[in-house]
T-cell receptor, first 111, second 115 residues
Framework: GIQVEQSPPDLILQEGANSTLRCNFSDSVNNLQWFHQNPWGQLINLFY???GTKQNGRLSATTVATERYSLLYISSSQTTDSGVYFC?????????????FGKGTHLIIQP | AAGVIQSPRHLIKEKRETATLKCYPI?????VYWYQQGPGQDPQFLIS???????DKGSIPDRFSAQQFSDYHSELNMSSLELGDSALYFC??????????????FGQGTRLTVV
């Protein structure tokens, strides 16, 4: 199956800092999504971004499908940004097995 | 906007008991997925349904089964529960167009604890 690698695995920042999270994938994809899992376990949709660039407030994401990677940018971090950020992809022509998740980046924002 | 609804939110069962988790997808979504997330792990795909028919299986134990009903809600049935089944179980729904999956949305999950 498709391999999804996220980096860094852990990140500790001070409030107000900026960060870049990376997702590499091993095959062509139809779908790529970024999620934030909050401390209560809820998976919150951040971006649906199989290609191109999107922005939503302090967050933005870029996927370069031809080079098989995606980046999530978080600016002016707040303590509420803490949690695990997952990249998940669906392989092109992959049938109905849905999204394959990376191991996630565990982000801690300190006040 | 309507979201994916899962019930119950929390469930405590003893070893060897059975459990049934329910999922109500977003209206007009034709595809439902079940995922299992162990502590500190990423979500792992279990099984999926498209238009009420099972479409694919992932790492789902033989002790587990699932189905999707005529109203599109889905149930995950888990029997002979083991301590290792303790996890967060997610249901997700989406619309499928050919081989492409539109944006998937996840429910809040059911936290199963087996004691």
């Amino acid at each position: 199956g498709i391999q999804v690698e996220q980096s860094p695995p852990d990140l500790i920042l001070q409030e107000g800092a900026n960060s870049t999270l990376r997702c590499n994938f091993s095959d062509s994809v139809n779908n790529l999504q970024w999620f934030h899992q909050n401390p209560w376990g809820q998976l919150i949709n951040l971006f649906y971004i199989p290609s191109g660039t999107k922005q939503n407030g302090r967050l933005s994401a870029t996927t370069v499908a031809t080079e098989r990677y995606s980046l999530l940018y978080i600016s002016s971090s707040q303590t509420t940004d803490s949690g695990v950020y997952f990249c998940a992809v669906e392989r092109s022509g992959g049938g109905a097995d849905g999204l394959t998740f990376g191991k996630g980046t565990h982000l801690i924002i300190q006040p | 906007a309507a979201g994916v609804i899962q019930s119950p939110r929390h469930l405590i069962k003893e070893k060897r008991e059975t459990a049934t988790l329910k999922c109500y997808p977003i209206p007009r979504h034709d595809t439902v997925y079940w995922y299992q997330q162990g502590p500190g792990q990423d979500p792992q795909f279990l099984i999926s349904f498209y238009e009420k028919m099972q479409s694919d299986k992932g790492s789902i134990p033989d002790r587990f089964s699932a189905q999707q009903f005529s109203d599109y809600h889905s149930e995950l049935n888990m029997s002979s529960l083991e301590l290792g089944d303790s996890a967060l179980y997610f249901c997700a729904s989406s619309r499928r167009q050919g081989w492409s999956l539109h944006e998937a949305f996840f429910g809040q999950g059911t936290r199963l604890t087996v004691v």
